[in-house]
């Protein structure tokens, strides 16, 4: 008998638009997954496109839009995705847009100089100090 599929969608508290957009290379989707379980204690919602994004969706419609409606991104800059294209893609298009465009590099195993400079200019987190973020973050979303 097969399993009944949970539905994926951005984790959202209801009447909290709040959303942090996570960025990540695939190989480092166990940390990713840590970082939105801790995001989601603050009461923000998080979209990661391994979990959010179903089977029969478009891949770049599902994540275009989900930059447009997040509040900010997050990404996570490690040895895998510095370099990684959707990642500079979602980097990129999220920096685009119009309005407040908080975008948070958080580093791990990586230095400032190893990323890419347009987001090397960005004030990065490491992932040691993720708990200061998760902090301006509370009252971000608060």
């Not at 994540?63 to 490690?78: D, G, K, N, Y």
């Not at 990642?87 to 580093?107: D, H, M, T, Y």
């Amino acid at each position: 008998m097969a399993k009944s599929a949970s539905k994926k969608t951005p984790r959202r508290q209801t009447g909290n638009p709040y959303t942090v957009f996570v960025s990540h290379a695939t190989a480092d989707k166990w940390i990713a997954k840590r970082i939105c379980d801790a995001i989601e204690q603050t009461g923000a919602a998080t979209f990661r496109d391994d979990r959010d994004i179903e089977g029969g969706d478009s891949i770049p419609d599902k994540i275009r839009t989900q930059l447009l409606q997040a509040s900010e991104l997050l990404v996570l800059m490690t040895p895998n995705s510095v370099n990684r294209p959707w990642v500079l893609l979602e980097i990129g298009a999220f920096w685009g847009r119009k309005g407040n465009s908080r975008i948070v590099p958080v580093l791990y195993l990586v230095d400032v100089s190893n990323i890419p400079e347009h987001i090397a200019s960005i004030k990065a987190v490491h992932l040691n100090d993720l708990d200061a973020y998760l902090d301006g973050l509370q009252n971000r979303v608060s």
